[in-house]
Every structure is written in structure tokens, then in C-alpha cells.
């Protein structure tokens, strides 16, 4: 993928992770990313827009950061519920306008 | 509440055409992109492509030639075909409100090419 995260991500419940999201200046640089929590079974949840903004229903437990061409999300206090794929997307302008996704982060709650 | 409704073959041979339909109960819908995203088994998502209300596409460029939107704003439904499946368009299909950010998303479609 264009958008590199870590394959996978493991904490006990209670802590705080963080998944990385790092591109290049057509895309992260230059466009606000998106995170989004895949449980198996159900449809992809938006968790975080605009790099930092967290749709109606989502608990501040999530949060979003951008700083120059990488994204990141934090998951505090896990809960066993946490447990999921994460992805970033963003877009990218030098590839014909095309949404790119991340390769995905597996969250392990231990 | 919005809420996306998706139906279609589920069960295709190769070099069969792929036909998905996502019925969109929004009273917004002219105001939005509408995309469709696949998971292939064991891989993470991708982002098939878009359309807007007018018809305006933007398909990934992996899937040129063979992918085709389209949009029928009477019935308020978008539809996807996916021409010369192989097995590697084995997934789940998802249609969604958006373009980067996503915020509503049907259930998914599991489509299997096979012979």
C-alpha cells in the first residue's frame, strides 16, 4: 500500500495504543486522513475525518493526529471491544485523484 | 437515518460481468459521493471507486476497463459492474457515503468467482 501501517498492534485493556499511518506529500501532506475500525462480519466504521474529527456517537477514547506526511490514531483505556483492523485512507491528487487505504493495523487486546 | 441497502450475484464465473445495486434511503443524496470499496479475502480494503449524483465517476486505476458506475437519482440507487471477473475479484463489495470520509456503508455483498 502507498499508506504504510504497522501489520499489527497488542496492549492489555486499560492502555493506550497508537497505529501509524505514513504516506508522502500528494496524499497525508496535503489531504486530511480518515480512520476507520473493521470488525469481522460488520461494515468499516468512520471513527475519525478530517484528521482529527470524530463523527457523532464515537467515544473520546479515539483520537486523531497529522503531522507532515504521517497520520496517527490513539485508542485509550482498550477495552476487549477495541479488538479490530484499522485503517487510514486519504486521497491522493497525483494519481489521478484516487482514495488509497492503508494495508491495515490488527489490534490485539490481550 | 440514512441507511444503504445492497443486493446482487453473489456466485460469478470467470469472465462474467459483476452487477451490485445500493439502494440509498437519504433525503441528502444529490449532496454527496457515493463509493464502492471490496475486501478480498485475507486483504484489506480497496477502493473500487466513486460517483455523484450527475454521474461523475472516478474509478482506481487498477480497475480501468473494467469497471463502470452508474447512478439512477429517481430511484436514488447506484450501481456497480465489474466486467471479466477472475477469482482476485473474489471479496466483499461495500457500497458508502462518501469519498475519504465514509460515514455510512451498507452491509457488504460477499461476491465468489468460481467455476
Known amino acids: 500500500s502507498v499508506l504504510t501501517q504497522p501489520p499489527s498492534v497488542s496492549a492489555a485493556p486499560g492502555q493506550e495504543v497508537t497505529i501509524s499511518c505514513s504516506g508522502t506529500?500528494?496524499?497525508?501532506?496535503?489531504?486530511?486522513v480518515s480512520w476507520y475500525q473493521h470488525l469481522p462480519g460488520s461494515a468499516p466504521k468512520l471513527l475519525i475525518s478530517d484528521n482529527n474529527k470524530r463523527p457523532s456517537g464515537i467515544p473520546d477514547r479515539f483520537s486523531g493526529s497529522k503531522s507532515g506526511t504521517s497520520a496517527t490514531l490513539g485508542i485509550s483505556g482498550l477495552q476487549t471491544g477495541d479488538e479490530a483492523d484499522y485503517y487510514c485512507?486519504?486521497?491522493?491528487?497525483?494519481?489521478?485523484?484516487?482514495?488509497?487505504f492503508g494495508g491495515g493495523t490488527k489490534l490485539t487486546v490481550l | 437515518q440514512v441507511h444503504l441497502q445492497q443486493w446482487g450475484a453473489g456466485l460469478l464465473k470467470p469472465s462474467e460481468t459483476l452487477s451490485l445495486t445500493c439502494a440509498v434511503y437519504d433525503r441528502s443524496f444529490s449532496g454527496y459521493y457515493w463509493s464502492w470499496i471490496r475486501q478480498s479475502p485475507g486483504k484489506g480494503l480497496e477502493w473500487i471507486g466513486e460517483i455523484n449524483h450527475s454521474g461523475g465517476t472516478n474509478y482506481n486505476p487498477s480497475l480501468y476497463g473494467r469497471v463502470i458506475m452508474s447512478v439512477d437519482t429517481s430511484t436514488k440507487q447506484i450501481f456497480l459492474n465489474l466486467s471479466s471477473v477472475t477469482a482476485a475479484d473474489t471479496a466483499v463489495y461495500y457500497c458508502a457515503r462518501g469519498k475519504t470520509k465514509l460515514d455510512v456503508w451498507g452491509k457488504g455483498t460477499a461476491v465468489t468467482v468460481s467455476s
Open positions: 506529500r500528494s496524499n497525508i501532506g496535503n489531504k486530511y
Open positions: 485512507a486519504t486521497w491522493d491528487n497525483s494519481l489521478s485523484a484516487i482514495v488509497l
